[in-house]
């Protein structure tokens, strides 16, 4: 059942995911590649001293990428299932529909990080071979809200469209926005060092209120 | 289940409450704090408060209430306002009977900053070493970098990414000969060209010892800086200013501050107390003079020490309006992290 | 034997409106159900509270003897869905909307009744169903369900955007598997004649109440329409048991499950100056209108 479940949402996806990839990756092939011809121009050395002098990441146009690329995941995977409430068929199934709605959220997240392992991956087949593994760390740290960030805006995604009505959806999408601003305090390396697994909590948390949007869909809210 | 998911985003919503409308109310209601600049004058043996006053415009005056023209001020910190007085021809040729020259001030006079967010920052740990005799007029920076490991000191080449073996032993072996325990506790220094000199680093072994590394024509150059009875080092800050009197600043654990001096010797300064931690630090030292300015939340405290024994002269506190509401913060100025904080 | 499907005391608002209050109504087994009602007369809330997605404000929707509030999800096996206007998952073919659905229901699933009924369709094998026209949507959903082989069919508005044909393949197809396999329908539409060729019983709805539940024989048998002459400017003022009777050019129309000599002795006793009485048997889409009005 699990199985089938995923297999409609990979259907969903599959195009979508994708492209998320190669989108993500290009912008994070693109950072690097920036990033080299700086190297070729100014020397490592320069590099080496913004990056240690002036928390230079270099990857700073990844910032709302892993976001945007959440945020559209959740649209192009849950539209479809509130077009013409065609969620109901889904609850319709004979499976528990907690089950179902965390099996279609989890699908969503294993796409998503899915695609942000390919861009870390890009990364870290790069950087290693001209940053010292301090420069790296840096980077990644600095990269990790943004990438919490884009399971968040799936999550809160999946909330305010699986929401059957506009006034709470306009209303989930304001604090939905808030939540974001959490992730961009600091666009700086290992700013969130010691807060990041509690936020990293939080965020899988998040999940919890697409249940909350079904709960409604359920009781015919309109 | 609902539940769970109704108290999650109650919870939700009530972080976001004590985070957002603290922050819109502060957003809207803050007003310019009026900003005093307060500097000792040795002359006047007091402060002068120079500070913006609504509807009056700009006020000098001293701590008992004596006002002064922007003219008189002028003579009275005739170091700070050198170049005003040089000028207008009306800078001193001696001052407390010892000759003075615009070059000399210049030489002899800094400024020093520390916020607590430069001291509660994420460290990269890596570190470039400059050549402090370089053969050029210039300082340039280094073509390695290099990082404490927990058994010594390993230099990077930057253009190729790859340590440099006989480099990093070299140090390593000096540094171990002269009794560092690695990994440092601190490590403090300013490794940027804009400068007129380099002085190297002040470490803080694993022990709390203190050691002076710079390199030397090539080579390494450490020194053990014996701490005086009693003192256990918190933090250093290697200072560099033009005169090369000091090699920089201690703070111990008692938040005692010292300074220390050229040629290692460690002396107590009058200031009370310094917890870099919490408070901004801010030093304008002449010949004569230190004002020293310690920030801490709702005071400042200015003290003016004498610039040759370091000893307290006069201090005086003012309150400073803390317009903060009280809420949930993810940010401080106090630190670079993000965290949850009341 | 208990009712498959049993709606005791329902009462719904949206908001301030009242849809309907202390409504029920059974449907046995086998049979073929069907809900009339005009526009606005609840026919889609109760559909949305015996699915499960409207909880209503009070009573409770009782399937196989299980609240569906309640419901184990097992149970929803064997309740076969169809939403109004056919919809199923657009972003499927066939073929993938037959292996994901299959999935949910081991051991019971036909999917040679599917295929039987995509092979009618001219839809290629990659097609999917939101480039289909609403006619072979239709008969996708219907193919889906028949392969689910469900106890119970719920079935909102089957014939919403489908032309004639369709319409009557879509209605044929289901009441003989209904008939042949022994299955209970609940179903609405707003083509009545599709219904006539296809329910057993019905049940019409008016504006908050339910105003007959009966065998779609015998309502058929026993609703007859009359219209007799009356002089010009006569006001009808008939008992509840006339039908939303009208005047038209001096004829008076009216619809009652009274026969002919009980009218003709109700219509005396009260004067009515009548002449030329006409009684005639009537299908469903008349004695639907002559019961719930034109208007």
Known sequence: ?222 | MIRISKIFLFVTLAVLAVWQLPWCYAFLTTKAAPSRFVMYSSLLDDFILTGYTEGVGITRQDPAGHTYSEHEVDSLLPLFYMRQLVADERFPDSLFGVAVSPREVQQTSFNFRMRPSAVNAPQTGLYFLLESMPKRVDLEMPADAFRFTGEGVEFIVMDTNTPDAGKSARYTRMLSDKGFRFPPREVSGNPTTMKEYDNGYLLLDADGKLFHLKQTVGQPYVKPLPLPDGVEAEHVFLTEFRDRQLLGFLIDTEHRFHVIRADGTIVRTGIPAYDPARDQLTIFGNLFDWTVCVSSPGVNHYYALRADDYALVKSLDVETASDEVPGLSFTSPYDRYVRPRF | MSPILACKHLTHYYGKRKIYEDLSFEVSRGRILGLLGKNGTGKTTTINILSGYLKPRSGECLIFGENIQTMPPALRRNIGLLLEGHVQYQFMNITQIERFYSAFYPGQWKKEAYYELMRMLKVAPGQIISRMSNGQRSQVALGLILAQNPELLILDDFSLGLDPGYRRLFSDYLRDYARAEGKTVFLTSHIIQDMERLIDDCIIMDYGRILTQQPVGQLLDTLRRYTCRVPEGYVPRLPEAFHHPSVVRGVMETCSFLPPAEVERVFAELQVPYSELKAEKVNLEDAFIGLTGKY
């Not at chain 1, 884009?150 to 006034?167: I, S």
């Not at chain 1, 808030?178 to 060092?193: D, G």
Request: hydrophobic share 55%.
């Open chain 1, 1 to 222: 059942m699990l199985q089938a479940i995923f297999y409609k949402e990979w259907i969903k996806l599959r195009w979508y995911f994708l492209l998320a990839v190669l989108v993500t990756s290009g912008v994070a092939g693109y950072c690097l590649l920036r990033m080299d011809r700086a190297i070729e121009l100014k020397g490592a050395a320069h590099i080496w001293e913004v990056m240690v002098l002036k928390d230079a990441v270099f990857i700073d146009y990844m910032q709302f990428v892993p976001l945007l690329a959440g945020i559209l995941a959740a649209l192009v995977q849950f539209m479809p299932e509130m077009q013409r409430k065609c969620l109901k068929l889904t609850l319709h199934l004979p499976c528990p529909q907690q089950r179902m709605v965390f099996s279609m959220l989890a699908s969503g997240v294993v796409l998503l990080a899915g695609c942000f392992a390919v861009n870390i991956g890009v990364m870290l087949a790069y950087l290693p071979t001209v940053l010292p593994a301090e420069l790296t760390r840096n980077i990644l740290s600095a990269a990790a809200p943004w990438y919490l960030a884009g399971f968040a805006g799936y999550l809160l995604t999946a909330w305010v469209c699986l929401e059957p009505t506009w006034k709470l959806r306009v209303c989930n999408l304001l604090i939905g926005a808030l939540v974001v601003r959490a992730y961009y305090l600091a666009p700086v390396p290992q700013a969130y060092n010691g807060f990041l697994p509690w936020l990293a909590l939080y965020t899988f948390a998040l999940s919890l209120l697409a249940w909350i949007s079904v709960s409604r869909f359920k009781a015919g809210k309109q």
